[in-house]
């Protein structure tokens, strides 16, 4: 009698095991096709989702999650390029306009990057103030860092070659940063 017992409580557990994995790969697909159609309304979907979707467990279905991973993704991401540029700003051999050109740019991302973090301050504050405000606000400052990133290899007009390598750096901070506004601003849309 007692072997009975144990063979019907392992066959429970492993019926068990196997219904919550059933139930957490669910909610992994339903987490994951939730990022798939958010990032189909933004202006570079494929980007938006390949950049995403490994983080779906973190995001589950919540806009405000999938805003904030968005935007984080896009800062870590402008903190990598800002720092590449420091390295090819000191390539020796580049004329005195291209130098200065350079300086703006790395103070440009600077800005870009001072933007997002007060922007991710504000989505990570718990509710206290006046959510249309606090969003209207973070999606100016992101505004205003997906200006300053567009602006950034606008002072190379006269060395098309080094404005290539640069927009070349920039132009996937771009992109990310139009994502994390466009998802931003769904989110915003769903307490209008």
């Not at 720092?83 to 090819?88: A, G, H």
């Not at 959510?131 to 567009?150: K, N, R």
């Amino acid at each position: 009698m007692e072997g009975y017992y144990t063979i019907n409580s392992l066959a429970i557990i492993i019926l068990l095991l196997s219904s919550s994995t059933n139930l957490i790969f669910a909610l992994e697909q339903t987490s994951v096709e939730f990022i798939r159609t958010s990032c189909g309304l933004t202006s570079y979907p494929t980007l938006c989702f390949n950049s995403l979707s490994s983080k779906a467990g973190a995001i589950q279905t919540s806009p405000k999650l999938l805003a904030q991973t968005a935007l984080s993704v896009s800062l870590e991401t402008t903190l990598t390029t800002s720092s590449s540029m420091v390295k090819l700003s000191q390539v020796h051999g580049m004329a005195p306009r291209e130098v200065a050109a350079m300086k703006d740019c790395m103070e440009l991302l600077r800005d870009s990057v001072y933007q997002m973090k007060k922007s991710l301050g504000e989505m990570n504050r718990p509710g206290s103030k006046d959510f249309g405000l606090v969003m209207s606000d973070i999606q100016t400052w992101v505004s205003a860092a997906l200006t300053d990133e567009d602006t950034c290899s606008e002072g190379f007009a006269n060395d098309p070659k080094m404005k290539n390598v640069v927009r070349g750096k920039v132009v996937n901070v771009v992109h990310l940063t139009s994502n994390a506004l466009g998802l931003i601003n769904s989110f915003a849309s769903l307490h209008e």
